[in-house]
């Protein structure tokens, strides 16, 4: 049962523009979102979060935005940099379980010149 | 400190033997997590700690897989009689306690990880 999706599993933006990973939940007792940013052969590195409290979070060129309604939130990156290419993970969690995260497959996203 | 450290980064093995791996979490916090990440998926939980308490366990740490964390500080996972089905990413993480409801969760920090090839 995956209880967070990421259906895209790949994004192409050129450099300039506007990046906009999505991400889906189904566990309405999530309350706490992250995103990582993974390049190959690291360990996830933390971006940005968001509390179910808020509806928008943003972190220079990081942007992450939550529709509890929709079960659904997307992380905006403007303007795209070729370093921003990487698989990029969301997380969930929920109080109670001591923060354990539980993640989505990931997108990968390549920034082109 | 910079950070949560990981060795090794890469262990080769053969199917049967044992390994372990060891994480040092960043010194201040007391809760320490370990993951699992195969290739084209996200990170699984497997365990975490809080001090040198194991508090959870996922049903996906079978009885070959025990992790420890003898003195609060650094832990370590090992895997006994290993499976070509270990091979994997095994990624730690560390995050202050949890402050409760009503405050913001704690972020979760992670590792470099460890890449375990079983042959």
């Known amino acids: 049962d995956q209880q967070v999706k990421q259906n895209s599993p790949s994004l192409s933006v050129q450099e300039g523009r506007i990046s906009i990973l999505n991400c889906d939940y189904t566990?309405?007792?999530?309350?706490?979102f992250l995103w990582y940013k993974k390049y190959p052969a690291e360990g996830p590195t933390f971006l940005i979060s968001?509390?179910?409290?808020?509806d928008k979070n943003e972190d220079g060129r990081f942007t992450v935005f939550l529709n509890k309604s929709a079960k659904h939130l997307s992380l905006h990156i403007v303007p795209s940099q070729p370093g921003d290419s990487a698989v990029y993970f969301c997380a969930a969690s929920y109080t109670g379980t001591a923060s354990k995260l539980t993640f989505g497959t990931g997108t990968r996203l390549q920034v082109t010149l | 400190d910079t950070g949560v450290s990981q060795d090794p980064r890469h262990k080769i093995t053969k199917r049967g033997q044992n390994v372990t791996f060891r994480c040092d979490p960043i010194s201040e916090h007391n809760r320490l997590y370990w993951y699992r990440q195969t290739l084209g998926q996200g990170p699984e939980f497997l365990t975490y700690f809080q001090n040198e308490a194991q508090l959870e366990k996922s049903r996906l740490l079978s009885d070959r897989f025990s992790a420890e964390r003898p003195k609060g500080s650094f832990s370590t996972l090992e895997i006994q009689r290993t499976e070509q089905g270990d091979s994997a990413m095994y990624l730690c993480?560390?995050?202050?306690?949890?402050?409760?409801?009503?405050?913001?969760?704690?972020?979760?920090?992670f590792g470099p990880g460890t890449r375990l090839l079983v042959l």
């Open positions: 968001i509390s179910s409290i808020k």
């Open positions: 993480a560390s995050s202050p306690q949890d402050r409760g409801r009503g405050t913001p969760q704690e972020t979760q920090y």
């Open positions: 566990n309405s007792m999530f309350d706490y």
